[in-house]
Every structure is written in structure tokens, then in C-alpha cells.
């Protein structure tokens, strides 16, 4: 049973940057795709970024795109979420989350795995 954590969050200024890490026990990492989301309070889990087993392949929300970068350290066996240019608005639980297949997934019911997330908090 594979599970995934996440670290890496916390309070920010707006326009700041911060870096989400998901790591995995009990499996590889890099055996799957992974996939960021998050969840504001009193909204639905929204899809970020995604990223491919092979780590050539990323997809992002339109939210995301040209702020955030999602890569993979295959020698820690994590997958990484920079944040740059924080807004309020991105405000939210972050979780990350992997499929059963290598392919990128933005759907929260493809995912197999989650981890518990991590609260990103930034102030205006």
C-alpha cells in the first residue's frame, strides 16, 4: 500500500514563492503519475498540475500555468510543487496524488493514492 505525504506548506506573503514536496512509502514514486490539487474552504478539490511517471509530461491548470512548476527528484523519489507569485486566492489544502498508470491524470477520481495535504495559507 503506497502512502504519500506532503510537506511544505504554510504561511506566505502574496507574490512570495513556497515548494510542496510529496514523498512516498511503501511504493515508488516513480512507478506512478502524480497529480496536485487543492481545496479552499467551502469549495470542491480542484485540479493544479500533473505530472507523468517519466517526468516528461506536465499539464496544468489554467490557475497554475506560468506560476507553478511540478517536477520530479527521482533520487529522493518526490515529486515537487513550486509555487511562485502566490495570490490569496490560492488559499487551499493542498494533496497530492497518484494513479495506478504512469499517464497524467487531472480527474481526483483517476487517483489511487492521497496524501493528507498540506494547508497553504497567503495573506495579502
Not at 40 to 59: C, D, M, Q
Not at 69 to 93: C, F, G, H, Y
Request: charged share 15%; aromatic share 10%; net charge neutral.
Amino acid at each position: 500500500q503506497v502512502q504519500l505525504e506532503e510537506s511544505g506548506g504554510g504561511l506566505a506573503q502574496a507574490g512570495s514563492s513556497l515548494t510542496l514536496s510529496c514523498a512516498a512509502s511503501g511504493g515508488t514514486l516513480s512507478n506512478y503519475a502524480v497529480t496536485w490539487f487543492r481545496q479552499a474552504p467551502g469549495k470542491e478539490r480542484e485540479f493544479v498540475a500533473t505530472l507523468s511517471a517519466s517526468g516528461t509530461h506536465a499539464y496544468y491548470a489554467t490557475s497554475a500555468m506560468g506560476r507553478f512548476t511540478i517536477s520530479r527528484d527521482n533520487a529522493r523519489d518526490t515529486v515537487s510543487l513550486q509555487m511562485n507569485s502566490l495570490k490569496p486566492e490560492d488559499t487551499a489544502v493542498y494533496y497530492c496524488a497518484a494513479g495506478r498508470s504512469s499517464f497524467l491524470f487531472t480527474s481526483a477520481g483517476a487517483a489511487t493514492y492521497w496524501g493528507q495535504g498540506t494547508q497553504v495559507t497567503v495573506s495579502s
